[in-house]
């Protein structure tokens, strides 16, 4: 049996760098047609020359209007949408006692209000296909959230909830929605590729695959998520994490060859 994504139309969110680039470029290579969709507007330039993504949509997540718009590109472009993969996030750290409320307001606009924002702009159109797939970036930290990342941590929690209310609200539709959860991907939006050799391996100790995620681990869980092959799973939180925390000392294991 093979993973076969050809023709199928992809949306991915925060397409411009990072996991997202890589999810967009991995499902451009399996055949799909990818619509990059992505604040930074420079960063997206180039990626339809390069055949990594049929189109580039600059666009605000945050902004409902914005997100119509370009969803009605799609559909005028290519007459429906078969995938939604909610990958922009962003991150904020600090102690709760004087988290600026500000800024928490911004990350929950993009991490909660955003994924809102795009699956009310595709629903309409999934439910008239009676088909689709919508796969949600949470994190492991909204299991288990750090010491001064409340923000990130309660944000990625309610992408779950979200998930799991979606799958049921939309399963009579022939839509299914789905998180994962990844663990330690070193990317601009962490300080992971920073870390000296102590905190790194400190860091890797909490792993039972010990090393870094890679981009490719998650875009990999991305296309068995959106292909036939997971038609009957729905609602579901995926570990891409290496299995962090999986026992209390993982590090155990490797300390012990
Ligand atoms: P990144 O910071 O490298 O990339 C995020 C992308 O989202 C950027 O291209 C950015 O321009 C875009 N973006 C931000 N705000 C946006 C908005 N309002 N509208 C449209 N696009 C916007 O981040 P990374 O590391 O690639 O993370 C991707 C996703 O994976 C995020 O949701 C993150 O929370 C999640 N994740 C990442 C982990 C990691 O270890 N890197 C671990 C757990 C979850």
Redesign the pocket.
Known sequence: MQIDLSGRVVLV??????????IAETFAREGAHVVA????AD?LAGMEQDSHAALALP?????PAQVREAVAAIEERFGRLDVLI??????AEGPLESFDPELWDRLF???VR?VLNTCQAVIPLMKRQRAGRIIN?????AVIPSVDAAA?GA??AA?VQMTRVLASELGPWGITVNA???????????G?AALGEEAAAAKLDQLSVRRW?V?ED?AKLCLFLASDLSDYVTGALLDV?GGKFATQDPGAAWRAL
């Open positions: 969110t925060g397409a411009a760098r990072g996991i997202g680039r890589t969709m992505d604040l930074d960063a666009c605000d997540i945050t902004d909610n990958n922009a996030g962003i991150n606009a993009v991490n955003g970036a949470a994190s492991f930290a990130y944000s990625k992408v994962y959860a990844p663990g330690m991907i070193p990317t601009a939006m962490n992971f995620g981009p998650v994490s």
